[in-house]
């Protein structure tokens, strides 16, 4: 094969990829698979039956099951089982489920306005679809559409992500900390519970329409006394007087300057030998890594359905602007390979950095 046949045949795998995606979850929406979990051999014409569609139908979508092997068919009894998809547990399934169910409601749509969102900065998709002109996460306030697409993904990552973030630095007694753009106070409650200690205070930084939320969050959560609530804009200013600030997963929804601009004032936030904890999923430092598939996702992601703008970077990136803004970078960590399921797409580490004394 030549070297444009090659190409040729590689930019075929991008032409099948939506079809192949949307066949398999319609495999799921329609029930097939569950109605193959219940019971096993059951022909095109009774899965038809069950899922309320017309046999032809049904046994076209599982032509690509069978070919991928996550269903068998027994050519004489013409009786369809499931595969390598029985091997699966549920809880794992139900997880690249949710994650497909979010592509399918929250990005295929909106990435037909992916060009347009790049030359505006802007999520054209959302404006089209929904006449909202903002981000992803201003429209699942606003749009229960939008936040039923991604309100499920985001308690998933909550749960996974948050447990192993705060085992992976340490916060002195009684240290003042900083949950920058830290929402409705998740992050801060979560301090008090995973780091206490005698004298140790909380703020959640965001915008002030936040404020009421927040607050009632900590009153019913017992953490009222410790952590309190300030508002802002993260470009502009940030409360100073800390000794730890943490910033958790948006740093990738900034451009390089943004994220410079976060970063210096971040720096004079801190007080001398402060510590700055940063959240973010990073591309591995060889973009050629045929096993990562961060690339594949992120930028469409970002660009296309949350933000307009920003995109990940490499943790080489990530060091050389936190020393560019004045830290010195003392720790990076990242899960353990074991603790990161097959499905997973993102990659994210801990880096930990001070202001210099």
């Known amino acids: 094969m030549s070297n444009s046949e090659a190409v040729l045949a590689r930019m075929r795998e991008y032409m099948v990829g939506p079809t192949r995606f949307m066949n398999l979850h319609a495999c799921f929406e329609l029930g097939i698979v569950d109605a193959l979990r219940k019971e096993a051999g059951l022909t095109a014409t009774e899965l038809g039956a069950l899922v309320g569609a017309k046999p032809d139908a049904v046994e076209q979508l599982l ?126 409650i979560m301090t008090c519970q995973l780091k206490g200690s005698p004298g140790l205070r909380v703020t959640t930084f965001d915008k002030p329409a936040l404020e009421a939320e927040c607050v009632k969050n900590f009153e019913a959560r017992g953490v009222a006394e410790q952590c309190s609530f300030v508002g802002g804009q993260v470009l502009e200013s940030l409360p100073e007087g800390f000794d730890v600030l943490l910033l958790k997963h948006f740093v990738d929804m900034y451009d390089k300057d943004d994220v410079l601009t976060i970063l210096r004032n971040a720096h004079r936030a801190l007080e001398p030998g402060g510590q700055i904890v940063v959240l973010a999923a990073v591309y591995p430092e060889d973009i050629g890594d045929a096993d990562d598939y961060q690339v594949d996702f992120f930028p469409s992601y970002i660009l296309g359905c949350v933000m307009g703008r920003g995109g990940l970077q490499k943790v080489s990136t990530y060091r050389g602007w936190l020393e560019e803004c004045g830290f010195e970078v003392t720790k990076v960590s990242a899960k353990e390979p074991a603790d990161i399921p097959p499905d997973a797409i993102i990659n994210r580490v801990v880096i930990s950095a001070t202001k210099p004394n």
Request: aromatic share 12%; hydrophobic share 45%.
């Open 63 to 188: 032509y690509l099951l069978v070919k991928e092997g996550f269903v068998a068919l027994d050519e004489e009894s013409g009786g369809y089982t499931l595969d390598a998809l029985a091997d699966v547990a549920e809880a794992d399934l139900q997880r690249a489920l949710t994650f497909m169910g979010m592509i399918k409601t929250g990005m295929l749509r909106q990435l037909y306005y992916l060009p347009e969102s790049v030359s505006t900065g802007k999520v054209v998709g959302l404006k089209e679809f929904y006449g909202f002109d903002g981000t992803m996460f201003e429209a699942a306030a606003a749009v229960p559409e939008v936040r039923a697409a991604w309100g499920p993904l985001a308690q998933n990552e909550t749960a996974s992500v948050y447990p192993w973030f705060f085992r992976s630095f340490d916060i002195p007694d009684g240290a003042r900390v900083l949950d920058v753009l830290g929402g409705t106070g998740l992050g801060a």
